[in-house]
């Protein structure tokens, strides 16, 4: 009984932390980026760190964005000393879905500017060609005096 009660104990003083998991790439293992507010000591202004941590998700549920709570364990691999305890919010649109909607509207915003900017020197290339064929016919000194 006292084994339990002394292992209870030492869970209690395991450091926990509350943060955002920044990247879920690898297999098993996400990185959760944890702020903290720390006042400067010479200029006495709060300044926001930002701390990554590699932490243990042994059945890959974390996604980019979610809000989770990690808890110290033992090292796990070379920077894995964290474990997810449990996902708090979970991400309302996933970064990178949002990222590729993001992409896909300054595209289309993009092929709309050149596409109204293109319909406008379609209707002149008609004027513009036979302005051209003329150039073309006349000598070099002509058509510098005509274009100035």
Known sequence: ?????????????????????????MDKTVVVAVDRLVRHPLYKKVVR?????????????CRI???????????????KRWRIVRIIQRAKVPLPVAQEEVAEETEEQLLEEVLGTTSETQERPEENSEETQNLSQQPVEQQIEQQT
């Open 49 to 61: 760190k930002t701390s990554k941590f590699y932490a243990h998700d042994e059945n890959n549920e």
């Open 1 to 25: 009984m006292t084994e339990v009660t002394n292992v209870s104990q030492t869970r209690s003083k395991r450091k926990v932390f509350v943060g955002v998991v920044v990247s879920d790439k």
């Open 65 to 79: 964005g979610d809000i989770v709570e990690i808890m110290e364990t033992r090292p796990l691999s070379k920077l």
